[in-house]
């Protein structure tokens, strides 16, 4: 049975529902694409002020534009622009990443890093907007930094320079390119993807995904500059031993290595609260400097979902945010008082509060003495910046670059729960179609994965949902159920993820809102190997949108360079090993090993990185009747980070399920030889011919 509430009121029944969608103007991928995001929040030492980052994409340039401001804290003025901070920075899969500055203690200054003119650099701005510089001048770029308590001196982290990183991949590239477990088989070899906004040759820095580049392994060495005279020199190892507690750690396998998502040290105490993994939660530890340690055991703090924790300055407190996984994504703040051992909530939000879209640990709130700032987006609200008081809970918004976006723009998105019959609970967020009254039940486009903040495009951000609602399809975006992941069987996934999604479509159709004879489904990542299952394994979905490869044997032998740490990995999650080890577990869960049964039309939009890894499923069914058009988007990690190029998957997955799940054509002349390839596809399906792929 659903549960369905609206973001204003509890819906009681479907009748309710379908009455309520409207035909308010939905957003165009354009709009959604070009809105407004807010990161990077920090607040000044005397809690007056909060700086954050705007960014925004901009299609017609293919670049990001991003914007330093500050703010009162109580509000009351418009935000004043202190200095463009660059492209903001995107991770190797191509998510966006938060980097809060930081302040001067006097409150005069916040420091950043900025990539301009091509190198990375540490930045100030002055708080009452005069003016900008750059601090560092380094041949290399810098990772990391951290300011002397006194404010007198700055220290910074680099790698090998940036002359040294291209006169290496020349000599790889005049010499030839010996391949071992870092060279990303697949991925063209020379400087084919952006690092710190350049075209660079890229090597894997672990046994699964992640990439970094070449010289990425060069041990860092640390610099102390004179933040007066701005005099630079080596770091002492006495300078590093006594800033040691502030400086960012060079490793990023912590997890890996120690079992701790992310750490926060006390400016006050010294103290350091962690949180652990402990089966599906987070534990919450707190190390005091004597070495005694507090783990909080209270209700609040635990089975819960802990995504960050801050000290709150002048406490002997930690505010620490929670996803609430009942809620889907939704996320509460909650405050431990140490003195006490006691957990009360601060604030409970229908969607997220630290930041616009879904985001990974340790993007947290900032958190003064009396109030946290917050970037807050809901599943139908942009982005915004919010005032929390600490010990009231009270919101105010201080900052709403997107409010005409969010005045304007329908539908609204309603939450859902429901049960699979085993018993396993999901949740989710429904856009009902907007036009509602010809009595004929709408088709229904599901994206599966996660679903945070303002769902512009779903996860991985490719699927715009308001703009499929708009144009009468509805649009619902499922959360995978809180599982423990790390340790789960991938079939076992695959199997709860359709039946999940089979119950929601039975669901919908028996309540007369959707028609289950015309349903698309797609997703990123885990997502896209969901909708490939559902395709293989049902006859539920008869239209397809996919951008990353499933687990196929090309595959394994692709990544197999990798050595014994991937291959252990893959058997771990898969239960597979070579293809003539388990044949016939590779027969159950390959794509490639299945073409009879896959019939829906597929749309394949794979970044340059991935895409060879389909080609023993996509090139057999190109020979196929199975409809099926694929793109390459060059230069892409595993998440699209070009606007042109989301833009461009933002249209296409719009035109695709429109087509399939409307029989809509658009009248754009630009758009007509598209059209007479889905209708040669479609007709070709029909009487089980192939299509040829040209």
């Known amino acids: 049975m659903i549960s369905l509430t609206l973001r204003a009121s509890f819906l009681a029944s479907a009748s309710v529902l379908l009455a309520c969608a409207s035909a308010q103007a939905a957003p165009s991928p354009r709009e959604l694409l070009e809105l407004a995001d807010l990161s990077s929040v920090s607040i000044s030492p005397d809690g007056s002020t909060v700086a954050f980052r705007l960014e925004r994409a901009s299609v017609e340039r293919n670049t990001y534009d991003s914007v330093w401001f500050v703010e009162p804290v109580a509000g009351g003025t418009a935000p004043r622009r202190l200095a463009d901070g660059g492209p903001p920075p995107h991770?190797?899969?191509?998510?966006?990443?938060?980097?809060?500055?930081?302040?001067?203690?006097?409150?005069?200054?916040?420091?950043?890093?900025?990539?301009?003119?091509?190198?990375?650099?540490?930045?100030?701005?002055?708080?009452?907007?005069?003016?900008?510089?750059a601090i560092t001048h380094d041949p290399a770029d810098v990772q990391a930094f951290a300011v002397n308590p006194d404010g007198s001196s700055l220290l910074y982290r680099v790698g090998a320079t940036r002359e040294a990183i291209l006169e290496a991949e020349q000599t790889e590239y005049d010499q030839g390119i010996r391949i071992d477990a870092t060279v990303p088989v697949g991925q063209p070899l020379f400087r084919s993807g952006y690092v710190n906004g350049r075209l660079a040759t890229q090597r894997f820095t672990n046994d699964w995904s992640s990439r970094g580049p070449l010289l990425g392994q060069t041990v860092p060495s640390w610099k102390w500059v004179d933040l007066a005279s701005l005099e630079t020199r080596d770091a002492t190892s006495t300078e590093l031993r006594a800033a040691s507690g502030r400086l960012p750690t060079v490793t990023t396998s912590m997890i890996e290595a120690v079992g701790v998502a992310f750490s926060s040290r006390s400016p006050d105490s010294g103290a350091i609260v962690e949180a652990l993994f402990a089966g599906k939660a987070k534990t919450l530890q707190v190390r005091r400097p004597d070495g005694s340690r507090l783990i909080c055991r209270v209700p609040r703090c635990t089975d819960v979902d802990v995504v960050a924790a801050v000290w709150r300055p002048g406490h002997d407190q930690v505010v620490f945010s929670t996803t609430d996984h009942d809620r889907g994504r939704g996320q509460?703040?909650?405050?431990?008082?140490?003195?006490?051992?006691?957990?009360?909530?601060?604030?409970?939000?229908?969607?997220?509060?630290?930041?616009?879209?879904?985001?990974?640990?340790?993007n947290s709130c900032a958190v003064g003495e009396r109030y946290a700032v917050c970037v807050a987006a809901d599943a139908d609200t942009p982005p915004r910046l919010e005032r929390v008081d600490l010990e009231t809970g009270e919101r105010a918004v201080l900052f709403d670059p997107n409010a005409a976006l969010a005045a304007e723009a329908g539908p609204h998105a309603a939450f859902m729960a429901w049960k699979d019959p085993a018993g396993e609970v999901f949740t989710g967020e429904y856009f009902p179609p907007a036009v509602v009254g010809s009595g004929v039940p709408a088709p229904l486009f599901i994206t599966y994965y996660s679903c945070g903040g303002y769902l512009r495009g779903g996860a991985g951000d490719e699927w715009p949902l308001a703009s499929l609602a708009g144009a009468g399809i509805a649009a619902l975006c499922v959360n995978e159920p809180a599982l423990n992941l790390p340790h789960l069987d991938q079939l076992e996934r695959y199997q709860t993820a359709i039946s999940g999604i089979r119950t929601v479509i039975d669901d919908l159709a028996r309540s007369g809102q959707i028609d289950p004879h015309r349903v698309g489904i797609g997703g990123l990542s885990f997502g896209s190997e969901v909708a490939m299952w559902v395709a293989m394994r049902s006859n539920l979905v008869s239209a397809v949108s996919v951008t990353s490869p499933s687990v196929t044997p090309t595959y394994f032998w692709a990544h197999s360079v990798k050595g014994a740490g991937f291959r252990a990995d893959l058997r771990g999650m898969w239960g597979v090993g070579s293809p003539e080890e388990t044949p016939d577990r590779w027969k159950l869960l390959s794509p490639?090993?299945?073409?009879?049964?896959?019939?829906?039309?597929?749309?394949?939009?794979?970044?340059?990185q991935e895409y060879l890894d389909t080609i023993d499923y996509i090139s057999p069914l190109m020979a196929s009747s199975t409809?099926?058009?694929?793109?390459?988007?060059?230069?892409?990690?595993?998440?699209?980070?070009?606007?042109?190029?989301?833009?461009?998957?933002y249209e296409r997955n719009l035109d695709?399920?429109?087509?399939?799940?409307?029989?809509?054509?658009?009248?754009?002349?630009?758009?007509?030889?598209?059209?007479?390839?889905?209708?040669?596809?479609?007709?070709k399906a029909a009487q089980g011919q192939p299509t040829p792929s040209g």
């Open 656 to 683: 695709w399920f429109r087509f399939w799940l409307q029989g809509y054509v658009d009248p754009d002349p630009t758009k007509a030889a598209q059209y007479q390839r889905w209708e040669t596809m479609r007709v």
């Open 592 to 608: 490639a090993l299945n073409l009879d049964k896959l019939h829906a039309a597929i749309l394949m939009q794979m970044p340059e």
């Open 332 to 362: 509460s703040l909650l405050l431990w008082d140490l003195s006490t051992g006691t957990v009360r909530l601060i604030v409970r939000s229908a969607g997220l509060l630290a930041g616009g879209r879904d985001v990974g640990w340790n």
């Open 91 to 133: 991770n190797d899969q191509g998510g966006a990443t938060s980097t809060p500055p930081i302040w001067s203690p006097d409150g005069r200054w916040i420091y950043y890093q900025a990539l301009i003119d091509g190198q990375v650099q540490v930045w100030r701005a002055a708080a009452d907007g005069s003016r900008a510089e």
């Open 627 to 649: 409809p099926i058009e694929v793109y390459a988007f060059p230069n892409e990690p595993h998440q699209k980070v070009q606007p042109r190029h989301k833009f461009a998957a």
